[in-house]
């Protein structure tokens, strides 16, 4: 052991200043994150650009682990006979166990340590940190697979880069074309197809180097270590194109996602009531891009405090011969709106009486085939819907002036800038979320939604009886280190008044009165509730 930990010594030793400006580096990206969180909100949209753009150069600089990893594989050759190390008692195992043992310290291990501060800064739990680390890891051993394939079986960096470029742009054009050819006339592979090939490509790439570097290790016979090479390849080539059966894994992992999230899920609230109000089809005019449908239904029985905030919907159309045309899309409903102006107190012309109704609208997009079916024949229409019952909890004054940052479960938000400008008062609002690989293929996100908490920042000036939730301004995100950082500019007015191109003196004035305040709402249920319509009628209207 003593000897191996010789051998990793003697490779930080001659590395030493490579591995310290790639560390440097990982550092600088996660400095340009903290740097975004903490402005002062009134940089221009120039300066962003570029703190975001030297964040993407930094990002793509730290996959060059590729090269670090080659030349630490090369500092002890395996290809010749003038190899320093064979003059010594190493075997080719024990060179291998000393290798890994750098390699994962330094190109897996380390990145994690690094960016765990970064991550705990930014609210991430466990389930946050075990997800984020699960991608930097895949990245940075994606690099360092990469790096090692070819420098076990070169003598040198340039022959290494050189077959490296080579795999790289051969596999992929091999691939390509040769599914072209095998699928030209003929519809191309699903969806879940295509993410089998790529997984079974993938497995047989890592086995395949794996193999190689033992192997090569072990033996030092670099032909045939080439052969085992160009065995993957052309395996991997084959499956790129040929493979024919689909392992459902992109939908079996969607079920899954959707199966734990209903897990917590409640059973519907009593008292509500569901009724289909319309279906409309929005024709497009330009170029082949199908049709947007627009489904609305209504809910009854919410309670005076109530709002439903609805989310991720699947749907599906049926028609009278069996076929049955499926989707998914996201909903929308203005009642959280109108019970926020409500809850602060200002006096509402169509308020309505009793229980209140809310009226939901869910989005999809079809193709220009479905478009043309739901014109000419009556489909039955399924929707499962996802919902979220919220009640009002509380309306709190918000300082117009900068303020420290709070947390509302993962999500973090911050007020960085406030500032008169005409008729106007611009809020820019500095808020850092999770973004994850695992979140954004669920799609079972709610935006605002945190910790079962919604918010949302409204104008109020009771003076003039007006309540203003303002309309975007600017609008500015990136993402570092799996944290998706937004800078989010809202526009508020005091007055109902519109200035045109000359601001108002009263609209000016207006401002002075009113007070900025978050409204609060808490989750009460989350619950899923199936509509079904047979026939549904589809009215098209041109866009």
């Known amino acids: 052991m003593n000897l191996t930990w010789h051998i990793v010594k003697k490779d930080l030793r001659a590395f030493k200043w490579p591995l310290l400006l790639w560390t440097m580096l990982i550092v600088a990206k996660l400095l340009v994150g903290v740097t975004l969180l903490n402005a002062a909100g009134t940089e221009s949209p120039e300066w962003f650009a570029r703190m975001d753009g030297m964040a993407k150069v930094l990002a793509a600089f730290e996959c060059v682990s590729f090269v670090l990893a080659a030349a630490l594989i090369q500092e002890d050759l395996l290809v010749g006979t003038k190899a320093f190390w064979r003059t010594r008692p190493i075997s080719g195992g024990r060179l291998l166990r000393a290798k890994v043992l750098l390699l994962g310290s ?47 079986v070169t003598d040198g960096f340039a022959r290494f880069l050189m077959w490296t470029l080579v795999t790289l742009f051969a596999i992929p054009t091999l691939a390509g074309t040769l599914s072209y050819y095998l699928t030209r006339g003929k519809s191309g592979p699903s969806g879940d197809l295509v993410t089998t090939r790529v997984i079974v490509g993938i497995a047989i790439a890592v086995l395949g180097i794996l193999v190689v570097v033992v192997h090569q290790y072990l033996t030092q016979r670099t032909w045939r270590s080439i052969g085992l090479i160009s065995v993957a390849a052309g395996m991997i080539v084959i499956v790129g194109a040929c493979w024919p059966w689909s392992w459902n894994v992109e939908s079996r992992f969607y079920a899954r996602l959707m199966r734990q999230e209903e897990g917590e899920w409640q059973a519907e609230p009593p008292g509500l009531k569901f009724a289909m109000e319309s279906a409309k089809l929005g024709l497009r005019h330009t170029g082949d891009k199908g049709a947007d449908v627009a489904v609305k239904y209504r809910v009854q029985g919410l309670a005076e405090s109530q709002v439903l905030l609805p989310g991720w919907t699947e ?156 309309h975007t301004a600017g609008h500015l995100s990136t993402q570092i280190g799996t944290v998706a950082i937004t800078w989010h500019t809202q526009a508020f007015r005091a007055s109902r008044k519109a200035g045109g191109k000359r601001p108002l003196l009263e609209a ?13 709402f808490l989750e009460q249920a989350r619950f899923t509730h199936e509509i079904k319509v047979d026939p549904l009628t589809v009215e098209v209207v041109n866009q």
């Open 315 to 470: 749907y599906a159309w049926h028609w009278a011969d069996g076929t049955t045309q499926k989707g998914s899309a996201w909903s929308r409903s203005g009642m959280m709106d109108f019970m926020s102006e409500r809850a602060l107190g200002v006096a509402m012309k169509l308020a309505p009486e009793g229980q209140y109704t809310e009226t939901v609208t869910t989005l999809g997009l079809v193709s220009s085939d479905i478009a043309k079916r739901l014109q000419a024949e009556t489909p039955g229409y399924t929707m499962k819907a996802r919902l979220l019952l919220m009640r009002f909890d509380s309306a709190t004054p918000v300082p117009l002036q900068r303020g420290s940052r709070t947390l509302h479960g993962v999500m973090g938000e911050r007020v960085a800038a406030v500032e008169k400008s005409g008729e106007e008062l611009l809020v820019t609002f500095i808020q850092h979320t999770p973004s994850l690989l695992v979140d954004n293929h669920g799609g079972m996100y709610y935006p605002g939604v945190a910790s079962g908490e919604y918010f949302q920042y409204l104008l109020v000036n009771g003076t003039h009886d007006f309540v203003d939730r303002g």
């Open 106 to 152: 330094i190109f897996l291990v380390l990145p994690l340590l690094l960016t765990l501060p970064w991550w705990l800064g930014c609210g991430y739990g466990l389930r946050e940190i075990a997800w984020a680390s699960l991608e930097t890891v895949a990245i940075h051993a994606t690099c360092l697979l990469l790096g090692v394939l070819w420098a076990v």
């Open 508 to 520: 000016i004035n207006a401002l002075n009165d009113a007070e900025l305040k978050k409204v609060n």
